[in-house]
């Protein structure tokens, strides 16, 4: 592997650990709060989140652009805070990345913490534990499925991710050159060879990604359910 | 003494209840599906936020009128419901664990009265899982299951049991695995249960004291044997309508298979059991067992004719329900032992029963329980 390919690969991975580690952390209170609650609010927060599924991801890198660009918003605060301006910046691209990859995240923790019964939950409280205690204890080991679908699709997805990055990050070698940016340009340039390497890569990559998924999620053995 | 005055608008049902019940023993809260004994029960727990005010002794768990609210993590309750709700996680010790920890290091803050200790080990001993501990919850039968989930809410050494049709979702074998060793429960520790049922079998067998809703109201509340000898009761009206009394074994008669059980105003011969003498053991008498006569039957085949004085008669259009004091008027409040009989209305006329005639009551049938 060549060293170009190598930084493309070290910075593409880089980046979807980073962006899933914040997913995760951003991603499950806010799917906890959609499991759980009766706001009105409810439906809006949903819709939000599942944007990036409906929209063109040009779109999104569109407003995102605009958004952190010098005079958005989003750029004059981080301008103010003295960390520069994101767009063009591997920031950026985590940032832009945790937005469109969220519904990947929010929607299997979703669905993992609805089914979740109420009375595992009533449980925990008459055995003294509090609501972080519950959290913890109780609703995240039972919601383990849901949390391995949702770091593995956010990974995954961020991964594969293109429209955003072209919009957002561009094509700055070690900064945001990443593998599905890399691969368009060795086909604009005609370089089959190392475009099949890349699109390989991805292929092997996307079926390990998803035999470990099932792997994973395998109804647990019950070692103890035979009679010894 | 647990004091309970809770109202609650649902939908369906308005809960509106007053209650005082004893600080130990059993309290069964009885009544059809939908009478809201569930809800009551969920909002003793505080995991039903109803209006009112709720206190264990001299420990205030809800003042509406103080705007005071202890959740339920922090009432030291157990609460054990109809389908277990093991944490499928956890292995049977891990769950047991769970609770326990956490109660004890509240207790560790000192922020509740000092809980009865139950040891871990007397209480698995007690409820016999000593064997599941390493398995799995998925791994267990519905018996099993029902077990642990009561051994893990004693295990937070708590002060009042709560529990919502444990049996409920057993069949009749399984059922009847779980009933003695509830009834040890009842035996071995001074922990007050309320006890949420449907079915008479389980309040006969397990209750001391019973109250019973109607449509989110308390219908009536009171001691088990009163409230199962009152004629005006919904109770009296089943099929299986019929008193319980209190009784100790007083002798075997090996030769015949029997045993003769005594109580207050009486003795009754049942078939033979296990218990020593002087062993407390109740006797559950249906009413539709009970026939009356006027003269001492002298030649008949049932064993156990009981001298009574007919207290009251309520006679509908084909049946006769007759309320029968064993002894002499009780004095000074105390209550007297009652049978409940029902006959048709047919014998009732053609004897001229009337309240005051001495009677002699033919017991056809006696359940030990």
């Given amino acids: ?228 | 003494m647990i004091a309970a005055r809770l109202r609650l608008q649902r939908r369906d049902f308005t809960l509106d209840v007053d209650l005082q019940l004893p600080g130990q023993g059993v309290t069964a809260l009885f009544g059809p599906s939908g009478c809201g004994k569930t809800t009551l029960l969920r909002a003793l727990a505080g995991l039903e936020r109803a209006a009112g005010r709720v206190a264990l002794g001299n420990a205030v768990w809800q003042d509406d009128a103080q705007r005071r609210f202890t959740p339920p993590h922090q009432r030291p309750l157990g609460y054990v419901i109809q389908e277990a709700a093991l944490f499928p996680h956890l292995s049977v010790q891990a769950n047991l664990d769970y609770g326990r920890k956490r109660a004890g290091a509240q207790q560790g803050r000192g922020d509740s009265a000092p809980a009865q200790a139950f040891a871990l080990d007397a209480v698995v001993a007690l409820l016999g899982i000593g064997a599941l501990m390493d398995r799995r919850p998925a791994t267990l039968s519905g018996g099993e299951r029902q077990r642990v989930a009561i051994a893990r809410a004693l295990a937070t050494a708590p002060r009042l049991l709560l529990m919502d049709e444990p049996l409920a979702a057993l069949d009749a074998p399984r059922k009847a695995e779980i009933l003695p060793y509830l009834e040890r429960l009842h035996r071995a520790l001074a922990l007050p249960i309320v006890y949420v049922t449907h079915a008479m079998d389980e309040v006969a067998r397990l209750a001391d004291h019973l109250v019973l809703l109607e449509a989110g109201r308390v219908r009536a509340a009171g001691p088990l044997a009163e409230l199962l000898a009152r004629p005006d009761l919904p109770l009296a009206r089943q099929d299986d309508a019929g008193v319980v009394l209190s009784a100790r074994v007083d002798s075997h008669d090996r030769a015949y298979g029997l045993t003769r059980v005594a109580f207050d105003g009486g003795a009754l011969w049942v078939g033979e059991t296990g218990a020593a003498p002087g062993d407390t053991v109740r006797a559950r008498v249906l009413a539709r067992d009970v026939s009356v006569a006027r003269q001492p039957p002298l030649e008949s085949s049932v064993l156990n004719v009981l001298p009574v004085v007919l207290e009251t008669l309520q006679a509908d259009h084909s049946t006769a329900l007759l309320r029968l004091r064993l002894g002499p008027p009780a004095q000074d409040g105390a209550v007297p032992t009652w049978l409940l009989a029902r006959i048709t209305r047919r014998s009732a006329e053609a004897l001229a029963l009337q309240p005051g005639d001495a009677l002699f009551a033919q017991v056809k049938g006696v359940a030990l329980m």
């Fill in chain 1, 1 to 228: 592997m060549s060293d170009a390919t190598w930084t493309v690969v070290r910075l593409t991975v880089e980046l979807a650990a980073l962006s899933t580690l914040l997913l995760l952390l951003l991603g499950t209170p806010l799917a906890w709060w959609l499991a759980r609650t009766r706001s009105v609010f409810k439906p809006l927060v949903a819709s939000l989140v599942a944007m990036p599924l409906v929209l063109p991801p040009t779109v999104l890198g569109f407003y995102l652009l605009l958004l952190m660009g010098p005079h958005g918003p989003v750029g004059q605060f981080t301008q103010w805070l003295g960390l520069g301006r994101l767009p063009f910046t591997f920031s950026g691209l985590v940032v832009a990345s945790v937005i469109y990859s969220m519904p990947f995240v929010v929607q299997p923790l979703q669905q993992a913490f609805e089914a979740i019964p109420e009375r595992m939950l009533e449980a925990a409280a008459t055995l003294r534990a509090g609501p972080l205690d519950r959290f913890f204890t109780v609703a995240l080991p039972l919601a383990r499925p849901g949390l391995v679908t949702a770091s593995v699709l956010g990974f995954a997805h961020t991964v594969g991710e293109f429209g955003v990055v072209l919009m957002i990050g561009g094509n700055i070698p070690g900064e945001t050159r990443v593998l599905s940016v890399a691969l368009f340009e060795h086909v604009e340039a005609a370089e089959f060879d190392q475009a099949h390497r890349l699109a390989a890569g991805m292929v092997v990559f996307a079926l390990l990604v998803l035999v470990t998924l099932y792997v994973a999620n395998r109804p647990p053995r019950d070692d103890q359910a035979t009679f010894r």
